[in-house]
């Protein structure tokens, strides 16, 4: 499990202050902030334990004496992004114990200085070689791709897995929900797949099941088991499901990156089709391009699994991980070994077979399948291969299910640009694609082109090509090609397993030949959309947006497309994907949706509405607008409407597109002298010297709103100066509370709760309560808050407080504790007092004991632990657990700590036991194997 590089260090933190406070150099752990300053400027990397290393660098952190080198944690240097495009070098590390092989030898044992056991004697190294090779493969695939693929000239649209979606940041989690097991119900026979991107505090999942109805709801349960979020599904005849989770809470996030959540999804109230499984990180996920959900042909069996599978980029391969649930039963708390047959079968006949052990507490398993002939390869590509697994035994058990392309809710798209091209160019010209992947291996596709100056003469998929001149087309689409209509659309019937994997790799391009350029005009990389949730219309073609629709046109590099929709509130939702900007203009982007005084007319000086299109990350954008004029809506409905993108190169417009929504909205219409009035108030703030222009639109002085960007804000207006800040939410003393989609603080779900809320007391003079000046607001009598005071906006070294009695508001200067520490702080900027450090608290009994005994024995402080003078304790390290080879002790005030002393060895061959903390003469430990349990444990995910 990869841990967040902060937390690491915060959390080793604590022995690296321990020292310094007690003065003594043995427990220090040499483990710094990564944001220290790196050795050299301009270069980038990491700094971390007082080192600095290199992009893509991997370490075991060494803590020195007496805790020495962490074998079974490894770090890595990972390659990050800025919005501005600066690449900078993020820590992760994580525990790789779990990712041990599994060894078939009786005697394991571990070697000083490794983290995993190995045969002592031999033992079927190649079989292990294999077995770990196929885990590796799945974790380190697409390491080297990238920049083999950018060793080759342009196609600077290629991106890998770690750089897609909004806000440059996404976890995969996968879930396998089997039948849940009731005393008085039998276990449902359903099996679900359910996959989860989490992007900032969006969790989108992609769900399939078999063997049951469709869902009727789908539940997150936290680590209590207690419900943290309902999903309604609505009704439909598929077989996929697609959600977003929107503004997960932190503790929740922390749950779901520790893998503490669980889902639950059932078909009906009774309960009877319900299914569960636990959410988990899996290395797979980012390889994964065919999938197989395993079932049971038994009722009622609570069986399921699924096998994530990937083929290799140079051989025949085909590499897979299984994860199975409820196959195995176990009821003891040491782990059982489990023989299984694992079976690669066409039409009941038997095509591969492996045969494993597994265990009862962790019945995952990994293998690959050599060199697949062609007639394997074809039956993988139309989707008639089926994997199956049984156990071995008495009682046999066998969940089994068809292998096809990796399914998901994401979007399969292209934007084509000129500045993608594989010679690079600007001609304004845009092209779109959407391609939806069947089972059975057919490829359907919408492709449309739009502001060429010259004739299309070829539609092909390729390939990155190794040289220039050498271009691959795996597919020629020209036959469908539409002159008039600019559009291509048609199916592809004969795709092959490794087009299939590259497909699903973002591997693949598009290309558009034109007369103008044979070599390819426009040119650009298919890849997935993440899900969003927003009701665009995404299985249509979308908006295409080009320089060329732009008045007057530009000859630019940029292109893109859109899809809009207006729900049945008359809502406006929109999703926006740019390609071909360069790095500068890629940080000014940003949209505008317009309505045009007449049919026809592109220039800005006829344009009389105007909305900017917020929540652009990189080169993608997606919202909702929910309060629209009737005049923009009438726009769009028409089909007078367009989307225009502007960047610091080009602010007038470097891209456009005409937008077509027919809708029967009537919202913010008014009365013609209701319009007057609302004009003429327009045109007077634009006069006033002290308006606010904030968002495509003008503020009066002194005014207040929720911006559209994040209505967790309020701004203000104070004299052409926008100020904004976070808006302070109540404490709520109820059990439950919801976020609701509209509102910024949560609230009490049930109402009995809410009377559990305090309440000011109300009085009679002043029922209303106060009216504050600072922010234009009533507040409930007794009510306290930070005073808003313009321009400097909220104070928070004062408080307010509403008399309820005369109506008056009191405000006084808040009064900051006395501190007994030498060197207090202050955590934020905003905070009004300082605290003092964690290492210089003193615990409650312990301060003041202290004070009345001056010249006695003295506390400890160890981590967040305090000891008692003369206390015995073993250290706490993050990612490996309690070091009991390693003593420390509370001496007068003074940690101290000490690794236990070993005796030295005059033999050849040396082991050491796992729970053993000195090594040992392996003739010595011979006689005891045999009393062991093989270790078999071993999970593959993190």
Known sequence: MLVPPILWILSCAWLLQTAAASRLKSPALPIQSERDPLPSKGLSGCSFGGRFYSLEDSWHP????????????????????????????????????????????????????????????????????????????????????????????????????????????????????????????????????????????????????????????????????AVAHEYRVPKGQSDMICGVWKNLPKLLLRQLQSEQMRVSMSASTSRQEEVEGKIIKHRALFAETFSSTLTSEEQNS??????????????????????????????????????????????????????????????????????????????????????????????????????AGRKSCDTIQSVMSSGDALTPGKTGGTGSAIFNLHDNGTLDYQVQVAGLTSEVVGLTIEVKPRRRNKRSVLYDLTPEYSKVTGRAVGSWNRLEARTIHMLLQNELFINVATAHSQEGELRGQIKALLYSGLEAPRHELPTPLAGYFVSPPVRTGASGHAWVSVDKQCHLHYEIVVAGLSKADDLTVNAQLHGLAEIGELDDSSTTHKRLLTGFYGSQAQGVLKDISAELLQHLHMGTAFIQVSTKMNPRGEIRGRVHVPNNCELGARSSAEQSEVDNTKEMLKKDPHTCFFENQHHAHGSRWTPNYDKCFSCSCQKRTVICDPVICPVLTCSKTIQPDDKCCPICDDKIEMEDVKTPEKVEEHPEGCYFEGDQKMHAPGTTWHPFVPPFGYIKCAVCTCKGSTGEVHCEKVTCPVLTCNHPVRRNPSDCCKECPEEEKTPAGLEHSDMMQADGPRHCKFGKNYYQNSDNWHPWVPLVGEMKCINCWCDHGVTKCQRKQCPILTCTNITRREDSCCPECLDDYDDDLTMKVPDKTRNWRH
């Open 62 to 225: 060494d803590l020195g004496e007496p805790f020495g080198v962490m074998h079974c944690v490894q770090c890595h240097c990972d390659p990050q992004k800025s919005r501005r495009g600066k690449v900078f070098g993020k820590v992760n590390c994580k525990n790789i114990k779990q990712d041990c092989p599994d060894l078939d030898c009786d005697d394991p044992i571990l070697l000083p200085g490794h983290c995993c056991k190995t045969c002592p004697k031999g033992g079927d190294d190649k079989k292990q070689t294999d077995l770990l090779d196929s885990f590796e493969y799945f974790h380190e695939k697409g390491k080297g791709k990238l920049d083999d693929l950018h060793k080759s000239y342009n196609d600077r649209s290629y991106l890998s897995s770690e750089d897609m979606g909004p806000g440059e940041s996404r976890t995969d989690f996968v879930a396998v929900l089997t039948g849940v097991t009731h005393s008085w119900l039998p276990s449902s026979s359903g099996v679900a797949r359910a996959r989860f991107s989490l992007t900032r505090t969006s969790l989108a999942f992609s769900i399939t099941f078999q063997r049951m109805s469709r869902p009727g709801k789908i539940v997150f349960l936290d680590q209590d088991g």
């Open 302 to 403: 609570g069986m399921g699994g699924l096998a994530m599978l990937t083929l290799s980029d140079t051989e025949n391969n085909l590499h897979f991980i299984l994860i199975l649930q409820g196959l195995v039963k176990h009821k003891d708390k040491d782990p059982l070994l489990v023989p299984i047959r694992v079976q690669l079968i066409y039409r009941q006949h038997v095509l591969r077979e492996i045969r494993a052990n597994i265990t009862s507490h962790d019945p995952d398993f990994a293998e690959v399948l050599t060199d697949l002939n062609s007639r394997e390869l074809f039956w993988l590509s139309r989707g008639q291969l089926e994997i199956a697994v049984t156990t071995e035994g008495q009682n046999p058990k066998q969940i089994s299910g068809f292998i």
